[in-house]
């Protein structure tokens, strides 16, 4: 472990390379979650994941919610909603609209930007993004659940985190009441933590300060106790800003191509090997 690069395999299937100089929590992190069934020699300073015996992490969801096509298959790479609530804005106000594929690119980084992203360039001005977001939001406070499901598997390894009394909370660029709302509606049953979206004042993801709040709010110190589930590069940054260790699930936003070139600490390409990581 003391060299400059080194392989390590997984027992979930894949070998992953780290450098390093590049990032040595990234060892620590990918190490500690097989040293049940792997000896492997890590730095003395370095926390382990138990502590009494007793699991001490806290989990961040990013991405909960998924998009349903017709033929009723998991589709996370579109958001509908969004897309359709910020079409319905911009045609209101004379702008061209776009398909819902092309807003793929937008989303991601709050609805400002989104509106942002989605005028002219010509028009891309801080006083329009400003006149257009009461109007997008009160068309999606109305819609934002049209094509917005659960995706497949989340819902019981919810429950099953909650058994296992490990926090669970959310984190999300969606203003604050959106995502309020959108977890009430699909996860009643799930005691959250912490429920937090973009609030006034507040920097969006990647800036750590969603993880900060969180940590707060849920009465966690150690940024080594956080396991962050997200779906996207913005996920990933953030994490890296905050110090704590990403899970990136293919499922979602980014392509796995993607996420790989990042070298995340961990890929869960199921809910499956997301319930693996999380519980055992």
């Given at each position: 472990c003391r060299r400059d690069f080194?392989?390590?395999?997984?027992?979930?299937?894949?070998?992953c390379a780290y450098s390093l100089e590049w990032n040595y929590r990234i060892l620590h992190l990918s190490c500690r979650i097989d040293h049940k069934s792997?000896?492997?020699?890590?730095?003395?300073?370095?926390?382990?994941?138990?502590?009494d015996g007793e699991i001490v992490r806290a989990v961040v969801f990013l991405h909960l919610l998924g998009r349903f096509k017709i033929n009723l298959s998991i589709c996370a790479v579109v958001e509908t909603d969004l897309g359709n609530s910020c079409n319905h804005v911009l045609a209101g106000a004379g702008y061209p609209t776009h398909p819902i594929d092309a807003y793929y690119k937008?989303?991601?980084?709050?609805?400002a930007k989104l509106i942002e992203r989605a005028l002219p360039a010509d028009?891309?001005?801080?006083?329009?993004?400003?006149?257009?977001?009461?109007p997008f939001r009160?068309?999606?406070?109305l819609h934002m659940a049209d094509d917005t499901k659960p995706y497949r598997?989340?819902?019981?390894?919810?429950?099953?985190?909650?058994?296992?009394?490990?926090?669970?909370?959310?984190?999300?660029?969606?203003?604050?009441?959106?995502?309020?709302?959108?977890?009430k509606k699909y996860f009643p049953d799930v005691r959250f933590d912490a429920v937090l979206g973009q609030r006034d004042g507040v920097p969006v993801k990647p800036d750590p300060a969603i993880v900060n709040d969180i940590c707060k709010a849920a009465g966690i110190v150690e940024a080594n106790d956080i396991m962050y589930v997200g779906d996207s590069l913005v996920d990933l940054q953030t994490a890296a800003n905050s110090g704590v260790e990403f899970v990136a699930?293919?499922?979602?936003?980014?392509?796995?191509?993607?996420?790989?070139?990042?070298?995340?600490?961990?890929?869960a390409d199921t809910i499956e090997e997301l319930n693996d990581l999380l519980l055992k």
């Open positions: 080194f392989i390590f395999y997984s027992p979930y299937g894949r070998s792997l000896h492997i020699i890590i730095s003395s300073d370095l926390k382990p994941i138990y502590r937008f989303v991601g980084n709050g609805i028009a891309a001005i801080e006083e329009n993004v400003q006149r257009l977001l009461p009160e068309y999606y406070n598997g989340v819902t019981e390894l919810l429950a099953a985190l909650q058994a296992a009394n490990v926090k669970v909370a959310v984190a999300s660029n969606k203003y604050q009441a959106a995502t309020e709302n959108l977890v699930v293919t499922w979602g936003f980014s392509p796995r191509e993607a996420l790989l070139e990042k070298y995340p600490a961990h890929i």
